[in-house]
């Protein structure tokens, strides 16, 4: 189930810059018994990505309209709404400065199943050959270029791990392939400093949120994978899943799940 501006339609136009360019941004949400979780904080990273991208002219009454038309649309208890905007067609080249119509694409889709069996038996994670390039502009942002990540997946599925241990270009901690990552060390909390690469998640701006009403201290660090090797716990997060614990990061095991039990309530 597909809605361009608001019109059911499978079309997009061939000029359209997120083809060739990448020009856009996305988030993907959660749906329940036809309610979008962290709605409001979908909105908001959409606005954060288009303004970092300098797309003007999206016109947020309408879409969050349309992602609750879509939502209520959905027969099943759990699905997926993943919402693209991009800054449409215009001209030819780099240049934006012709593109007056932003396009708002809404797609509904089922929910991940593999998130229930890995809740219990936790996830395994494999330091990822393909690392991160940084760059501070993008940063924490959703956009559209999303070629290392599929580059990263391509690596993962001939891997055998459940998901990838991703570090930039310096050997430093960022991120999993879709998921953002926790580790805690007795009652400090700490995750990845995203100022030069990867995404600042809508579960992971919740977890940091939530660990402080449990009296964890969350920190961003900037550290290479070793400080996982001493870690009490680690726990991963997407809009999607929403916490999954970790089991395994290469030759490291981990059997705690104190703090992604408190927090998976609320999660």
């Given at each position: 189930?597909?809605?361009i501006?608001?019109?059911?339609q ?10 060739h ?5 996305f ?7 036809g ?7 979908h ?6 990505a ?51 119509q ?36 993008l ?14 997946r391509?690596?993962?599925e ?7 241990l ?63 090797a ?22 490291w ?15």
């Amino acid at each position: 189930m597909i809605w361009i501006n608001g019109v059911p339609q499978q079309q997009i136009a061939v000029s359209d810059r997120a083809l060739h360019y990448g020009d856009g941004c996305f988030t993907t949400a959660r749906l329940q018994h036809g309610v979008i979780n962290w709605l409001d904080a979908h909105l908001q990273r959409l606005q954060e990505a288009t303004s970092a991208l300098m797309i003007d002219g999206i016109d947020w009454v309408s879409l969050k309209a349309e992602m609750l038309n879509a939502a209520a649309s959905w027969p099943q208890a759990e699905g997926v709404v993943k919402v693209i905007l991009s800054r449409g067609s215009g001209g030819r080249g780099y240049s934006g400065a012709a593109c007056h119509q932003p396009v708002r694409l809404i797609m509904l889709s089922a929910a991940p199943t593999h998130y229930t069996a890995l809740r219990e038996s936790g996830v395994r994670l494999k330091t990822s050959p393909v690392q991160l390039g940084i760059n501070p502009r993008l940063a924490g942002i959703k956009h559209l270029n999303r070629l290392e990540q599929v580059l990263i997946r391509t690596e993962l599925e001939q891997s055998g791990a459940d998901e990838a241990l991703v570090l930039d270009t310096e050997g430093r901690l960022v991120e999993c392939c879709a998921a953002n990552l926790f580790w805690r060390k007795e009652n400090r909390l700490f995750t990845p400093d995203l100022s030069g690469a990867g995404v600042n998640g809508i579960m992971r701006r919740q977890v940091m949120k939530l660990a402080g009403l449990h009296g964890y201290r969350c920190q961003e660090v900037r550290e290479q994978p070793q400080t996982l090797a001493d870690a009490e716990e680690v726990f991963i997060s997407n809009a999607l899943m929403p916490l999954l614990p970790v089991r395994q990061i290469d030759s490291w095991h981990y059997h705690s799940r104190t703090l992604y039990q408190l927090l998976l309530p609320d999660c």
